[in-house]
């Protein structure tokens, strides 16, 4: 036996013979010394000796060539070779377990174009022992650039080749991390990635391409950092199966697609804020958060009805969209109507805050409000509740699982939230209660006195109030990203200088109008037309009243998160649309319940 088949038998001894013969005629053509000679061993031509490296390449011991254990692609990122149990040469030949760039790999190593040693591929070439081609299958050993990667890639002991692959966690150039990491169109391998490949574990994905609605994101992929979100808000109509307190049919089995909507559980469904046991098993909803001041369907449909009905601006409407509770005035706007007022449209000029409130012309006046009623029991015929994210709860909370707070409804275990901003940040923590919820007036670094000791609009405006605006917001966390930033930003924008929609209007006007029909799509609620007039563009403040607007009205602000009244089909009073027959109820992720 000749002293390379000694070698081949020492150093592969697992290979069959036939192969241990390539590989000892391999190794017998090598620059490396294993005590043979001691010429060899002072002067590796550009390789590496037992644990040596060249450029690029990784070893166990001293280096040669200018190589070293940590330098030019040791443990880190080297340019060029790739390394093995040795160390690789720069166009010259491998050392056992190193790579030439060029030339022919040893054992385990592979090359760019060359021929395979044991254990080696090409590009393009067979594979040998444990190597893979371009393309080709996973093995043991390495892998070059667009083949299928081994167990630990092209680099062995964390040394990487420049946009090869890397050890144990290292990047490549333009390729995936370490450990997870696959090669450029190839298979996963536990080591690195060549030059192009995909993440593997721990890899940076592109937020704005993975498919999933981030945090900061307005939908799947789009808004925030990520490119404008085309925002769609005409969906089917609003569940028959949802929105009856009971339904005839269901029972004798005359109406099977609600005994299947409703999973066989029953003709009726569930609010959230009852506290009705006899209901659990049954479906739960909830109010939309589409529905909100500021949502991305209210922004959105302002803008289409300014295009539809000839207001300036669309892109900045004279109007912004809201939903709010209010109790029938028969006497005043509501004159004509019984009942309640579902699904009534009002156009609403804002007059003035209350007396701890920053007073215009210190504080601007923010735009008039479209109100579409969509609850009762909300304050009286005088006022208009808003619905607006952490708008204070009132009687009941269907939004978190508070303990602090006696009304929260907890017979169902749903809650729209998982995270709810502190009660202690504010002046008192029953504010968030019943004091308007996260409201600048609520905060004290949001309030000051001007010199002549009336309420100042500096503070409001301050960054420092803003910021803290923004980080309570902020706290508002859902199990949907949907329902967690379209609550945050109206939680934020309602508190905004110059929309400070969130705080109680008195001294307002207002006036019945037909619902503007963008609107009616947001809301699910739709009424033919009542021979009412439309939303004046031009009456902007009190003082453009024309007469035909009634004062002495004001607005208040919730979130409750219960389904409002007007979702229940059997609480309307007055001819809708067959379809859009009632508002939007909303599963507890936030989704519309529709018809289809």
Same mark, same amino acid.
């Given at each position: 036996m000749?002293p ?8 592969v001894?697992?290979?069959?013979r036939?192969w241990r013969h390539?590989a000892?005629?391999v190794l ?5 010394s294993?005590?043979? =000679?001691? /010429?060899q061993?002072?002067?590796?031509s550009g390789?590496g000796?037992l ?10 011991g001293d280096?040669? =060539?200018g ?7 040791? /443990?880190?990122?080297?340019s060029?070779?790739? =390394?093995?149990?040795g160390?690789a $040469?720069?166009?010259?030949?491998a050392?056992?377990g #190193? ?6 790999p040893g054992l385990?190593?592979s090359t760019s174009? #060359? ?9 393009g070439?067979e594979p ?6 371009s ?6 050993g390495g ?8 167990l630990?890639g ?6 990487a080749?420049?946009?090869?692959a ?5 990047a490549?150039?333009g390729?995936?991390p370490?450990l997870?990491?696959s090669?450029s169109?190839?298979?996963p391998n536990?080591? #690195? ?5 995909s993440?593997g574990?721990?890899g940076?994905?592109?937020?704005c391409?993975n498919?999933?609605q981030?945090a900061?994101?307005?939908g799947?992929d789009c808004?925030?950092?990520c490119s404008?979100?085309e925002?769609?808000?005409r969906i089917?109509?609003p569940?028959p199966?949802h929105d009856d307190?009971y339904i005839?049919d ?10 299947a $909507?409703l999973?066989?559980s ?5 609010n959230?804020?009852e506290a009705?046991?006899?209901k659990?098993?049954?479906p739960?909803?909830?109010?939309c ?7 991305p ?10 295009v539809?009905?000839g207001?300036?601006n669309p892109d900045?409407?004279? %109007?912004?969209y809201a939903v709010?509770?209010?109790?029938? /005035?028969?006497?005043?706007v509501d004159s004509g109507?019984?009942?309640n007022?579902c699904c009534?449209?009002?156009?609403l000029? &804002?007059?003035?805050p ?5 007073q215009?012309p210190r ?7 479209i109100?579409?009623?969509?609850n009762?029991a909300?304050g ?11 708008g204070?709860?009132?009687?009941f ?5 508070d303990p ?7 017979t169902?275990g749903? %809650?729209a939230?998982?995270?709810?901003p502190?009660p202690?940040?504010l002046?008192q ?6 004091e308007?919820? &996260?409201?600048?007036l609520n ?5 000051s006195?001007g010199?002549?000791y009336?309420p100042? $609009?500096?503070a409001?405006?301050s ?5 803290r605006i ?7 966390e859902s199990? =949907?990203?949907m329902v967690t930033n379209t609550?945050?930003a109206?939680?934020i924008?309602g508190?905004r200088y110059?929309?400070l929609?969130h705080q109680n209007?008195?001294d307002s ?6 619902c ?5 799509r947001?809301?699910?609620c ?5 021979g009412?007039?439309s939303?004046d563009p ?8 024309d007469?035909?607007?009634l004062?002495?009205y004001?607005?208040t602000t919730?979130?409750d998160?219960c389904?409002p009244?007007?979702a ?5 009073n ?6 859009f027959r009632?508002?939007?109820s ?10 289809y």
């Amino acid at each position: 036996m000749t002293p390379r088949d000694i070698l081949a038998d020492r150093f592969v001894p697992w290979a069959p013979r036939a192969w241990r013969h390539v590989a000892a005629v391999v190794l017998g053509m090598t620059a490396v010394s294993f005590g043979c =000679s001691s /010429d060899q061993a002072e002067n590796p031509s550009g390789g590496g000796a037992l644990g040596g490296a060249g450029p690029g390449g990784a070893g166990l011991g001293d280096p040669s =060539s200018g190589g070293s254990s940590t330098s030019s692609g040791g /443990d880190g990122d080297g340019s060029g070779g790739a =390394s093995g149990l040795g160390g690789a $040469a720069t166009g010259g030949l491998a050392a056992l377990g #190193g790579a030439t760039s060029g030339g022919a790999p040893g054992l385990g190593g592979s090359t760019s174009g #060359g021929a395979p040693g044991l254990g080696g591929a090409t590009s393009g070439g067979e594979p040998g022992l444990g190597g893979s081609t371009s393309g080709g299958a996973p093995n043991l050993g390495g892998a070059i650039s667009g083949g299928s990667a081994g167990l630990g890639g092209v680099s062995e002991l964390g040394g990487a080749t420049s946009g090869g692959a890397t050890g144990s966690g290292g990047a490549t150039s333009g390729g995936g991390p370490g450990l997870g990491g696959s090669t450029s169109g190839g298979a996963p391998n536990l080591g #690195g990635a060549t030059s192009g490949g995909s993440a593997g574990t721990g890899g940076v994905v592109d937020p704005c391409t993975n498919g999933v609605q981030d945090a900061g994101e307005e939908g799947v992929d789009c808004g925030g950092s990520c490119s404008p979100c085309e925002v769609v808000y005409r969906i089917g109509p609003p569940s028959p199966c949802h929105d009856d307190t009971y339904i005839e049919d269901c029972a004798n089995g005359t109406s099977p697609s609600c005994s299947a $909507a409703l999973g066989g559980s029953g003709c009726t469904v569930a609010n959230v804020c009852e506290a009705d046991t006899s209901k659990i098993g049954l479906p739960v909803t909830h109010a939309c958060p589409r529905h909100m001041l500021f949502s991305p369907e209210m922004v959105q449909a302002a803008k289409d009805d300014a295009v539809t009905y000839g207001w300036p601006n669309p892109d900045d409407p004279p %109007f912004t969209y809201a939903v709010a509770g209010h109790d029938i /005035d028969t006497g005043g706007v509501d004159s004509g109507l019984t009942g309640n007022s579902c699904c009534q449209c009002y156009q609403l000029v &804002l007059g003035t805050p209350l007396d701890n409130a920053p007073q215009p012309p210190r504080i601007p006046v923010p735009k008039p409000l479209i109100v579409q009623t969509f609850n009762t029991a909300a304050g009286g015929p005088m006022s208009f509740d808003l619905f607006m994210a952490v708008g204070g709860y009132g009687a009941f909370n269907g939004c978190y699982n508070d303990p602090n707070f006696q009304n929260t409804a907890t017979t169902y275990g749903e %809650f729209a939230y998982t995270g709810f901003p502190d009660p202690n940040a504010l002046t008192q923590p029953n504010m968030l209660y019943y004091e308007g919820g &996260l409201r600048y007036l609520n905060l004290e670094v949001c309030n000051s006195l001007g010199d002549d000791y009336q309420p100042s $609009a500096d503070a409001v405006q301050s960054a420092e109030c803003q910021d803290r605006i923004e980080e309570l917001c902020n706290q508002i966390e859902s199990p =949907s990203a949907m329902v967690t930033n379209t609550s945050r930003a109206s939680c934020i924008e309602g508190n905004r200088y110059e929309s400070l929609y969130h705080q109680n209007w008195r001294d307002s006007i207002v006036k019945r109008i037909e619902c503007p029909e963008a609107f009616t799509r947001v809301t699910g609620c739709k009424i033919p037309n009542q021979g009412l007039p439309s939303a004046d563009p031009d009456v902007r403040t009190v003082g453009d009243n024309d007469g035909s607007f009634l004062t002495g009205y004001g607005t208040t602000t919730m979130q409750d998160c219960c389904k409002p009244t007007c979702a229940w089909h059997d609480n309307i009073n007055v001819t809708t649309d067959p379809e859009f027959r009632s508002f939007y109820s909303c599963d507890v992720m936030g989704e519309p319940i529709t018809a289809y």
